[in-house]
């Protein structure tokens, strides 16, 4: 019997077969799934900021767009998957509050997807796909055997990314 694995803010995990990974109500965070399509080994984490080096005392590695996507690619390597075989999609980083000015602490929706997409070039990691953007949050359904990222919003249709 497949199992749905439930990812946490600033979390992550990692399967293969007929497992899933889901993380619930992605508002600005970015949910960043990476897979070998060839091992059929993935993963997914919850990111909440771009940078980890613009915060002292940071404990936790998952919860930065930088720190976190090494710590994911090196968890799926270690499991069995290759580095050369990476692709990955990101769907999150919406703009929650409106306000009328450009302040970087009212955009990190899109400065944690800025981010994610500057990491996964640095890792020579293709970006197949993204949903990303808009005012709504997402809860998504990552499958890394088949690759398909079900992503969910109140009011919307399901999609497929």
């Known amino acids: 019997m497949s199992e749905v694995i439930k990812v946490g803010m600033a979390d992550m995990a990692v399967c293969s077969g007929d497992d899933a990974v889901t993380t619930l109500g992605l508002g600005s965070c970015i949910g960043i799934a990476i897979r070998d399509p060839s091992a059929g080994i993935g993963g997914l984490v919850h990111i909440m900021l771009p940078d980890s080096t613009e915060i002292r005392n940071n404990t936790n590695r998952l919860k930065f767009a930088d720190t976190g996507i090494e710590d994911l690619v090196n968890e799926i390597i270690k ?46 990691i293709p970006l197949l796909s993204e949903d990303t953007g808009k005012t709504y949050g997402r809860t998504v359904v990552f499958y890394p055997k088949t690759g398909d990222y079900v992503i969910r919003s109140v009011g919307m249709p399901e999609k497929k990314i």
């Open 79 to 124: 499991k069995g998957g290759s580095k050369s075989r990476l692709v990955a999609k990101i769907a999150g980083g919406a703009q929650m509050f409106s306000s009328g000015g450009k302040s970087d602490t009212i955009r990190v929706g899109e400065r944690n997807a800025q981010a994610s997409r500057k990491k996964l070039m640095e890792l020579k």
